[in-house]
C-alpha cells in the first residue's frame, strides 16, 4: 500500500529537480590519482608515476567532486611549493563536471568543449578512460 504514493512521491521529485542523481552519486568524494596511463610509441607510460618521481608532492594533491558540479585540485596538504600549488589550483578552479551514463565530462566553458571519459567505479576505486586517445587513470577515494 506504501509503494504507490512513494513511487508519486519519487516521480513529482524527479519531475520538479528535487530528487539526487543517483548516476551522479558514486563519482562524488574526494578522490587521489594512483596512475594515469597513456600510450606512447606503443609502450604504455604512466605520466602520474613519472610525475611524482620529479615531484613527490603530486602524489599528495586531491581531486575533489563535488555533488553541486564543481571538479577541483586540492594541493593544500601536498607539500608542494606556493607556485605550483598555486598554478594547479588556479588550472581548476572554474572546472566542473556532469555524468551522462558512464560517460564523465570535464568542462570550464559550460561544456562548449570538454573532455570525455568512460568510467567505472570498483570498491573505492575509479578509472576513466580517454574517449579521445586521453589514456587511462586510476583513483582511489578517500
Do not use: N
Not at 27 to 39: D, F, H, P, Q
Not at 80 to 100: A, F, P, T
Amino acid at each position: 500500500m506504501l509503494r504507490k504514493p512513494l513511487a508519486l512521491c519519487m516521480l513529482l521529485a524527479l519531475c520538479h529537480g528535487l530528487a539526487p542523481a543517483q548516476d551522479q552519486a558514486p563519482v562524488v568524494g574526494r578522490w587521489k590519482r594512483l596512475s594515469s596511463t597513456i600510450e606512447h610509441q606503443g609502450q604504455k607510460v604512466d605520466m602520474h608515476a613519472a610525475l611524482v618521481q620529479q615531484r613527490p608532492c603530486a602524489a599528495k594533491i586531491r581531486y575533489v567532486i563535488t555533488a553541486d558540479g564543481k571538479y577541483q585540485l586540492d594541493a593544500s596538504q601536498s607539500g608542494c611549493d606556493e607556485k605550483y600549488r598555486g598554478i594547479q589550483e588556479r588550472l581548476h578552479s572554474k572546472m566542473r563536471w556532469k555524468v551522462e551514463g558512464q560517460r564523465i565530462t570535464l568542462s570550464t566553458t559550460d561544456f562548449a568543449v570538454g573532455q570525455t571519459y568512460l568510467f567505472s567505479i570498483s570498491g573505492d576505486k575509479m578509472t576513466w578512460t580517454g574517449t579521445e586517445g586521453q589514456g587511462v587513470s586510476v583513483y582511489q577515494r578517500e
